[in-house]
T-cell receptor, first 114, second 118 residues
Framework: EDQVTQSPEALRLQEGESSSLNCSYT??????LFWYRQDPGKGPEFLFT???AGEEKEKERLKATLTKKESFLHITAPKPEDSATYLC???????????????FGQGTILTVHP | GAVVSQHPSRVICKSGTSVKIECRSL??????MFWYRQFPKKSLMLMAT?????????EQGVEKDKFLINHASLTLSTLTVTSAHPEDSSFYIC??????????????FGPGTRLTVT
């Protein structure tokens, strides 16, 4: 069964204190690994897609990396506006009714204090 | 690009009535749309997958007669909660993807609909 596990569940940082969020995945062949940001009461906002081990992508203070078993979301010098829930999701290389389906982790709630 | 809208953003209805939620892809043709439900402080739970022009595929445990899904065009899918009860109160989110037009299988999410059944 496909599984995605995120850690930690919650992370509190001081402004400027860099850190990383972890996403471990077990899927039957990985088509893509996704990172989303979700603010309270809103839908998830797309951040990154990673397709193969060794791939890295950056956007402002965020950098996502991928290995064969994990993905990391590195946050460099975070600001209070980076506070949100960060969701990781894996899309397996499956066909039929599972085509394109995402398996989500439970999320990491990030709070950045000024 | 890749914008998905939902309407309404909030709805309050009485127990026993039906509610329809619309999900639209505004700048691309969505061959597949997904409907999720999210409980407070929990992750997204996939309810069903709908492909344009065909019947939706429901996840195990989701009542297809209660949650009616229609994907009549490449830009619109609807979720109707029939005979709603208080336990159906939740945050419903749709997402859209396409085998063409957006990097597949990236999913783009709508802003969500908060349903409250009294």
């Amino acid at each position: 069964e496909d599984q995605v596990t995120q850690s930690p569940e919650a992370l509190r940082l001081q402004e400027g204190e860099s850190s990383s969020l972890n996403c471990s995945y077990t899927v039957s062949g990985l088509r893509g690994l996704f990172w989303y940001r979700q603010d309270p009461g809103k839908g998830p906002e797309f951040l990154f897609t990673l397709y193969s081990a060794g791939e890295e992508k950056e956007k402002e203070r965020l950098k996502a990396t991928l290995t064969k078993k994990e993905s990391f979301l590195h946050i460099t010098a975070p600001k209070p506006e980076d506070s949100a829930t960060y969701l990781c999701a894996a899309c397996p290389n499956a066909g039929g009714t599972s085509y394109g389906k995402l398996t989500f982790g439970q999320g990491t709630i990030l709070t950045v204090h000024p | 690009g890749a914008v998905v809208s939902q309407h309404p953003s909030r709805v309050i209805c009485k127990s026993g009535t039906s509610v329809k939620i619309e999900c639209r892809s505004l700048d691309f043709q969505a061959t597949t749309m997904f409907w999720y439900r999210q409980f407070p402080k929990k992750s997204l739970m996939l309810m069903a997958t709908s492909n344009e022009g065909s019947k939706a595929t429901y996840e195990q445990g989701v009542e297809k007669d209660k949650f009616l899904i229609n994907h009549a065009s490449l830009t619109l899918s609807t979720l109707t909660v029939t005979s709603a009860h208080p336990e159906d109160s939740s945050f419903y989110i749709c997402s859209a993807t396409s085998v063409t037009g957006v990097p597949y299988p990236e999913q783009y999410f709508g802003p969500g609909t908060r349903l409250t059944v009294t």
